[in-house]
């Protein structure tokens, strides 16, 4: 199966903002619960946002709770991860997959970097 292609990524301070994308392949994108997922340098990759297929029903995790919003357009095959208020702590490679996550549906993720 063809991965997803994450994009968005960059450099930005801290109480900055970024807008993540990814797009994924496939005829099922409507029809699959879909996550973002992050990993830092020496940590093991964690979940950030997930959304349903149905009614498109967020969840977040505690970290960024408040700051994160998830969203998808099912049209475009397109998932989105809205980030505000930035923290040094968030700096990661950020990832989209299914949810739960497909071992073979990583892409090559979009790095986030905030400084302080």
């Known amino acids: 199966q063809v991965r997803p292609v994450e994009s968005g990524g960059g450099l930005v301070q801290a109480g900055g903002s970024l807008r993540l994308s990814c797009v994924a392949s496939g005829r099922t994108f409507s029809a699959t619960t879909m996550g973002w997922f992050r990993q830092a340098p020496g940590q093991e990759r964690e979940i950030v946002a997930g959304?349903?297929?149905?009614?498109?029903?967020?969840y977040y995790a505690d970290s960024v709770k408040g700051r994160f919003t998830i969203s998808r357009d099912n049209p475009k095959n397109t998932l989105y991860l809205q980030m505000n208020n930035l923290k040094p702590e968030d700096t990661a490679v950020y990832y989209c997959n299914k949810n739960p996550p497909d071992a073979n549906y990583w892409g090559q993720g979009t790095q986030v970097t905030v400084s302080s």
């Open positions: 959304i349903t297929w149905m009614t498109s029903s967020p």
